[in-house]
């Protein structure tokens, strides 16, 4: 059933070069999921692959996406999604648009006054600046504002309320200060910037604005643009502040916003922040900010302006006007495919979005060009004889910036057939210099680390998986983490929240993900800015586009990889561990609250904080609290001795196989495996979703509704335990544990087949 690809091929085609590590005593991960006989022709082909990729390619897409603003509903959005599919059916694949109609609000009005102590309007402004010349393209370009912000015109006292997360409002209330009625300014930083107004308007505040302090992207980093890479005075992000109930369409939740969808109304949408929402450069806080009094700001929370911070509230006084046109707008998802040999119906997906909030060079085009260079050669090598065994389906996503939307959208409308055949998505966004990070579903770790074992880093000549593996050694906390590192052959995934596109097919349609990229070697941030564009990009970031070529090489070889697997090539025991250390944190989550609150209300009892209160610096003590009972995880961790048992079952079935010298399995056999592997990432879904977010399914992986793009896993129990909500915590474990072991039940029924094919093919 998957051999004809093999036909004559390797005389047509002559050998290049195949790069690859010498492996270790203890072998594959690298070729998981493959028969000996199938590893050495997917090796040559993955050769191939990898030596025909052009950075030069990669730059001229970038030149071209970028070449305008390219944000939602603009025509040079249109013009490159037309591009793209011209150029995907150039390379071979069936390809179309997919076009969704989508809530997408674009600035009216933005205003940002202090009427008091002094009077300054801000510029809301970046300006152009002559070596960059796309930074002028000023009719084009969307102006500074944070979409999804509702209307309002509100007057108030100021307030600085440092990153505007849940602490800092504690922090606050031992000042004595309460934002009600008043505007709070926060600064970018920690977590979704959605959160910043969503936790002020819980706590009272009728406005808020955002700004970048140079101690985040500025000067405090380094050499700030033109000269340098980093984010100048005037330099505003942008971004999106939906609210983390679900992300995509803000009037379609759960069903794909297609033409005839039933829609909410304006007011029915509860994504749309309560209050009014805008982001401004520092040039344009320092004003504000130099104009607060009250007590000076605690430490960490300065940043790296010339002034003293203070907290307020005011006397500065400032009005804050915003309104949008809330029109819905077409968001236009190019999606190819390149048909797999078998008729199995099994989808290999891989995607990145196209859409910028202005010219977009990093964020996204440098994941987005990285990924057409892939389809190109793909259909090189398809031209020449090489047919994916399963269908290859590549996805340029649309609408990503404001909210996911393209991306949520076409997995919300496709949810059927993506149950029944999505093996993996991979996606990627921006891209920099620096070290492979790969966050995901730990099914896929080992095959993850065995695809970075093939790649070449462009600054050492060692292996991706080399310098990420000593980077993370390097970067370990403690003598503990640097062993456990030590003694792995496999690059630690790290969970995923939502951040990217990755969201709907991990956290809605449970679909093993992974995100790929290369960074931390900073040479600048122009997040969300004018000035990120094709000069910056190419004079400060990957200006040889080599991480480019390796983003290509790595996603593109995995995406081969899966594609071509005789068996769909997860491993289980590194998920089973990375679960187990989930509900530990759960544990010592518990713990350290009791200690925590404990000692708080001993030190209230001995007058500990009156004894140390400066009578000039008011800092009130904390509020006692009530000690958290012990929560049940009993029915967890038994869930979890299970899950183990049928993972390290696996595992030896995966090894039993190698042992044998990874022998052709017989047809039958292998579509059975493959139906019970599709099927395990599916048991992690759970219908109801979580407890205040339906829409997310998924029972281990979700983002935070307090973080946004962090990732909270075992979100239903973490949640209630976050908010000190102990018996509601307790309340979600019997069915997480429920879920749990589903999943050990379906990674029993894989290991079970396997076992058979196995002592079959001995016979
Ligand atoms: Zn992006």
Known sequence: MRFRWLTGLLVVVP???????????????????????NAVLQGQWEGKFREAISAANIRENMRRLSARPHHVGSPYDKDNAQWILSKFKEWGFDARIETFNVLFPTPKIRLVEMLQPTVYRAKLKEPAVSKDSTSGQTAEQLPSYNAYSVDGDVTAPLIYVNYGNREDYEKLDRLGISVKGAIVI?????GWRGIKPKVAAEHGAIGCIIYSDPKGDGYFQGDDFPAGGWRPRDGVQRGSVMDTDYPGDPLTPGVGATANAKRLSLKEARTITTIPVLPISYGDAL???SALKGPVAPEDWRGALAITY???????????????????KPVYDVIATLHGSTDEGQWVIRGNHHDAWVNGADDPISGQAAMLEEARVMGDLHAHGWTPLRTVVYCAWDGEEPGLLGSVEWVETHLDELRNRAVIYINSDTN????????????????VSGVARNVEDPETGMSTYQRAHLHAIAEAKNAEERSDLRKRNDLLVRALGDGSDYTAFQDFAGISSLDLGFG????GDQYHSIYDDFHWYTTFVDKDFSYGRALSQ?????IMRAADADFIPVDYT????????????????VKDKQEEFTERNLELKEGVYKATQDPRNLLLPPPAEIVPPYVNLAPMKNALVVLKKSADRYSAALAAYQAKGSPVLPPQALESINADLLRVSRLFLNQKGLPERPWFKNQIYAPGAYTGYGAKPIAAVREYMDEKKWAEAEGQVPQVSQVIETVAGGIDKAAEDFENALAQGAK
């Open 432 to 447: 920099e210099r620096g070290y492979l990070f790969a966050g995901g579903t730990q099914d896929l770790q080992n095959f």
């Open 520 to 523: 931390d070697e900073d040479d």
């Open 574 to 589: 590194p998920q089973s561990q990375a679960i187990e250390k989930y509900a530990t944190d759960l544990e010592k989550l």
């Open 287 to 289: 004003p504000l900010l």
């Open 15 to 37: 050998l290049l070069s195949v790069r690859s590590e010498p492996e270790a005593a203890n072998p594959p991960p690298a070729w998981l999921g493959y028969s000996a006989q």
């Open 554 to 558: 790595t996603a593109g070889s995995a």
């Open 310 to 328: 203070h907290v307020g509230p005011g006397p500065a006084r400032v009005h804050l006007k915003v309104s949008s046109n809330w029109d819905i």
């Open 186 to 190: 926060a600064r970018y930083g920690q």
